[in-house]
């Protein structure tokens, strides 16, 4: 199985800058997307940011420019660097990763528990 750890969230005032992180473990053979998501209050999940195996990454409107996804392909990580924080940003972060368990030749999503990020104005 695969698990997944996201961390760094926290509440900071607007403008401030946060940076997640995502581990993930288990018995991977391969992993291809990694991707944020966040939720709101009343909202449904979005999409943040992804980032391919080879580095391509790909934003949300809302966040382009502000936000920066990076992943360490050694160490199975995922980041993702929010600078510029707006309230509106204000949700609980998920990570998600495509993987390969060894054993598999099809990819799963997983999912990490989430991390609250509360920004004030």
């Known amino acids: 199985q695969v698990q997944l750890v996201d961390s760094g969230g926290g509440l900071v005032q607007a403008e401030g800058s946060l940076r997640l992180s995502c581990a993930a473990s288990?018995?991977?053979?391969?992993?291809?997307?990694m991707s944020w998501y966040r939720q709101a209050p009343g909202k449904q999940r979005e999409l943040v940011a992804t980032?391919?195996?080879?580095?391509?990454?790909a934003y949300s409107d809302s966040v382009k420019g502000r936000f920066t996804i990076s992943r360490d392909n050694a160490k199975n990580m995922v980041y993702l660097q929010m600078n510029s924080l707006k309230p509106e940003d204000t949700a609980v972060y998920y990570c998600?990763?495509?993987?390969?368990?060894?054993?598999?030749?099809?990819?799963?999503?997983?999912w990490g528990q989430g991390t609250q990020v509360t920004v004030s104005s």
């Open positions: 998600n990763v495509k993987a390969v368990v060894i054993g598999f030749r099809q990819p799963f999503d997983y």
């Open positions: 288990g018995s991977i053979f391969s992993i291809n997307d």
């Open positions: 980032i391919g195996r080879g580095g391509s990454t």
